[in-house]
Antibody, heavy 118, light 112 residues
Framework: EAQLVESGGGLVQPGGSLTLACAAS????????MHWVRQDPERGLMWVSR???????RYADSVKGRFTISRDNARNTLYLQMHSLRADDTALYYC????????????WGPGTMVTVSS | DIVLTQSPVSLPVTPGEPASISCRSS???????????LEWYLQKPGQSPQLLMY???TRASGVPDRFSGSGSGTDLTLKISRVEPEDVGVYYC?????????FGQGTKLEIK
């Protein structure tokens, strides 16, 4: 069964850094684009970043220059390095698989919570 | 960025009755391919969102045929022909026409 499991969330002070990881299993990870999407009660769902199978990356403007998405196809793992964290980065972060063809977010992990607070 | 506005925000429905959710876009979602680049997701209580529809009107694998998507351009709709108790949750539309992908604010469907 295909699944995604995120890890690495936690409490961090403003200005701090955190790296999230997402372990993929049950499908051929290297052939899929992957995304990070976050959710918080105030702003709802927000697309954060995407990485294509060749490593091409895209970011939401609010995280550009602070977050870096990467992947290790040999380890079937997706990463999100987050720097200069702000209070408004507080959210549940989901790792999401991009589906085949026209389908976009077809497999979601359970999420990992990031709290930015002093 | 493309702004998606969903209505209603809250939708109480009696089981067996139909339901309809509107998603209005600030820009047309109609691609040159002829498809509308809109997806619908359902987030059941305590769960991650799950894909319901893509290309506005194509059901994802395993989605019951009581769900249907319609509309074009800036005015898209998700319909449930007969609501079941397991349909409760928050429904989101999301545009995938251009980056950044953006979501509607959600419609909470509850059973009366």
């Amino acid at each position: 069964e295909a699944q995604l499991v995120e890890s690495g969330g936690g409490l961090v002070q403003p200005g701090g850094s955190l790296t999230l990881a997402c372990a993929a299993s049950g499908f051929t990870f290297s052939t899929h684009w992957m995304h990070w999407v976050r959710q918080d009660p105030e702003r709802g769902l927000m697309w954060v970043s995407r990485i294509e199978h060749d490593g091409t990356t895209r970011y939401a403007d609010s995280v550009k220059g602070r977050f870096t998405i990467s992947r290790d196809n040999a380890r079937n793992t997706l990463y999100l390095q987050m720097h200069s964290l702000r209070a408004d980065d507080t959210a549940l972060y989901y790792c999401v698989r991009d589906g085949d063809g026209p389908i976009t977010l077809d497999l979601w992990g359970p999420g990992t919570m990031v709290t930015v607070s002093s | 960025d493309i702004v998606l506005t969903q209505s209603p925000v809250s939708l109480p429905v009696t089981p067996g009755e139909p339901a309809s959710i509107s998603c209005r876009s600030s820009q047309s979602l109609l691609h040159s391919s002829g498809y509308n680049y809109l997806e619908w997701y359902l987030q059941k209580p305590g769960q991650s969102p799950q894909l319901l529809m893509y290309l506005a009107s194509t059901r994802a694998s395993g989605v019951p045929d009581r769900f249907s998507g319609s509309g074009s351009g800036t005015d898209l709709t998700l319909k449930i022909s007969r609501v079941e108790p397991e349909d409760v949750g928050v429904y989101y539309c999301m545009q995938v026409l251009q980056l950044p992908y953006t979501f509607g604010q959600g419609t909470k469907l509850e059973i009366k």
